[in-house]
């Protein structure tokens, strides 16, 4: 008799837990419920340069939208920086005209001059010699004065090539890798300039996204470091819901099926839609359910909320109801 008074007892206990597992998981219209929290989602945001605060447009619990400056920094040191690269630019500008142009007329003309004063100079050193060479034939001078004559006339020579070979550099102009080689430059300097160009935007910090400031790290002459954080933004567009499902009900939660997410501290009823469904089982968050529940394995989902206001806040535990004809 007492072990069918156990067993009697037993059933009851197990069809209770039954009964209240699947009272936790769908209503009386047969509704599937699932539980999860509004997802929390910030972004610490600081500067790509380093340098010291100049200003802070916002305090804490300040609300912002995508693009709004929200900080930015002395720009004078890169404002100098900008200079020189752009001063850099136009000399190197300079030095590619000159080698694509080549030499100007006024050049050529000296060299060419240059070449006819080298000749005279070679003539006067070649009749120098000769003489030298008479007066040392008749025993009228040295050796050593025959020898300068000869120097001389040799040195004349080489002037005279070197000053044909300037005047052909001259009108030839300069080569192809020299060309090349100022192009390159100018370019270098370029990209050296545009560099200067986005460090100096990078003294204004804008807002990725809209969002309300929950942080407000540093302050005004502050010196900060490069994606050292000044603000902490939590981002308002677009509102998640992390929720969590049975592998029991995993086949009524499909993407893309409409939703209706629910909070404890307002009667207004918020509409959703599942978009991602995970592919691997976890244990439920202690954030969600019984410590029963706890111990199973759940699929987490994604549900973006396509009417939110401001009183869905992140963090806030929501209960999120589909529909029985929606599965």
Request: hydrophobic share 45%.
């Amino acid at each position: 008799m007492n072990k069918l008074v156990m067993a009697v007892l037993l059933l009851i206990l197990l069809a209770g837990s039954y009964f209240g597992y699947q009272q936790m998981n769908v209503n009386g219209n047969g509704d599937t419920l699932l539980y999860g929290n509004v997802d929390i989602r910030d972004v610490q945001l600081g500067f790509r340069v380093a340098g010291r605060l100049a200003s802070m447009q916002l305090e804490e619990g300040d609300a912002v939208a995508a693009g709004d400056l929200l900080a930015s920094l002395d720009d004078q040191p890169l404002r100098e920086a900008l200079a020189v690269a752009e001063a850099n630019v136009l000399e190197a500008k300079a030095n590619l005209d000159r080698a694509n142009t080549g030499s100007r007329p006024q050049e050529i003309e000296q060299a060419e001059a240059g070449v006819e004063e080298a000749q005279a100079a070679l003539v006067n050193a070649d009749k120098r010699l000769v003489r030298q060479q008479d007066l040392f034939r008749q025993g009228l001078n040295s050796q050593r004065a025959l020898d300068d004559a000869e120097s001389q006339q040799e040195q004349a020579q080489a002037r005279l090539r070197a000053a044909r070979e300037a005047l052909a550099l001259a009108r030839e102009g300069f080569r192809e890798e020299d060309r090349a080689a100022a192009a390159a430059a100018l370019a270098a300097a370029e990209a050296r300039r545009d560099q200067a160009m986005t460090q100096l935007e990078d003294t204004r910090l804008y807002a990725p996204s809209a969002g309300v400031i929950q942080v407000r790290a540093r302050e005004p002459g502050s010196m900060v470091n490069v994606g050292e954080p000044v603000y902490t933004l939590s981002l308002t567009d677009v509102v998640y819901v992390r929720a969590y499902v049975g592998e029991v009900h995993l086949g009524q939660v499909v993407p893309g099926a409409s939703v209706e997410v629910l909070t404890d501290s307002s009667d207004r009823v918020y509409l959703g839609q599942v978009g991602f469904i995970s592919p691997r089982a976890e244990f439920t968050p202690k954030t969600v359910e019984t410590p029963e529940l706890r111990t199973d394995l759940v699929y987490r989902l994604r549900i973006v909320v396509t009417d939110p206001d401001e009183q869905l806040r992140q963090g806030m535990p929501v209960t999120v109801r589909l529909e029985a004809s929606a599965g």
